[in-house]
């Protein structure tokens, strides 16, 4: 394996959109320092610092941080001929890092090795520190898949999380699910978070607001239908949810969108 290039500590606005509609030739190495909404092939994930993702070559991805700043270690691999990514290692799937410090220093490491060492060093050092990040990306991602099967709560949470995404104009609660995946309210919080690394209320608003995105984007309802659609009651709470999200009110965002056409251009880097 080789280093093509990366970064460390790569930070982005909160307008920040990255979009490879077709993927990469190589594999890209992601770790998070913020949150982040990853959308792989046909997967969707809400991401919290620490997690890390590798993303399989010619694999559809976009992501971005809905709430702010992005922030991110990132890695372009190149996989020498006959070399593939070893099969420990799960790919298109994010995972939670432990020593997300080591990995990032190691990461740090190959690019400092890629930039300053040359000859024979460069391959036999960058063999050591790619096979001790492989190592321990692999040990994250099989502790990850341990304590997710040790919940017998995480299907359920994510069927309930999959019927809210497809039922926003319905009433969700904490309470209301928490009944029926039989715990406590306060315990139904603690299990979605620690799934789907963001608390219930705060996802179910990231959920309706980018539901309006879509709506103001590409059809001709008014704003108080908008609102009722992504299931608000009031079109002034709607209001002021979307902009204090985005910055900007949903008729703004609609004359914005008209005018540039709805596009978000791909920059150059990860």
């Known amino acids: 394996m080789v280093v093509i290039k990366g970064g460390c500590g790569a ?14 030739d190589n594999p ?35 992501y971005h941080n809905p709430y702010g700043e992005y922030v991110d270690d990132w890695m372009h691999i190149g996989l020498e001929e006959g070399e593939e990514i070893p099969d420990s290692l799960p790919c298109n799937v994010p995972f939670r890092l432990n020593d997300r410090e080591t990995c990032s220093g190691l990461i740090r490491m190959l690019l400092w090795e ?30 990850q898949e341990r304590v997710d099967e040790a919940s017998p709560y995480t299907e359920r949470l994510k069927d309930i999380r999959f019927r809210m995404q497809h039922t926003l104009s319905e009433e969700h609660s904490v309470h209301s699910h928490a009944l029926e995946l039989g715990v406590s309210d306060s315990h139904f919080r603690h299990l979605y978070a620690s799934l789907f690394g963001i608390p219930f209320q705060q996802d179910l608003i990231r959920m309706r607001i980018a539901h309006a995105e879509f709506a103001l984007q590409t059809s ?15 079109e002034v709470h ?19 969108q008209y005018v540039s056409g709805g ?7 990860d």
Not at 220 to 234: D, F, K, P, V
Request: proline fraction near 5%; hydrophobic fraction near 40%.
């Open 114 to 143: 890629r930039a300053y060492t040359d000859g024979q060093y460069l391959k036999e050092n960058t063999d050591a520190l790619f096979a001790v990040l492989l190592n321990h990306l692999s040990a994250a991602a099989h502790e």
């Open 28 to 62: 890209v190495l992601l770790i998070l320092r913020s949150h982040g909404e990853f959308f792989v092939g046909e997967e969707h994930f809400l991401l919290e610092p620490g997690s890390a993702i590798l993303i399989r070559p010619h694999t559809p991805y976009h």
């Open 263 to 269: 596009h978000v251009l791909p920059q150059e880097r």
């Open 11 to 24: 930070r982005h606005t909160a307008s920040f959109r990255q979009s490879w509609p077709e993927g990469l």
């Open 238 to 256: 709607f209001f002021r949810q979307f902009r204090k999200i985005l910055g900007i009110t949903p008729a703004k965002y609609r004359k914005a």
């Open 220 to 234: 001709n309802m008014t704003i108080a239908q908008i609102a009722e659609l992504c299931g608000y009651r009031s």
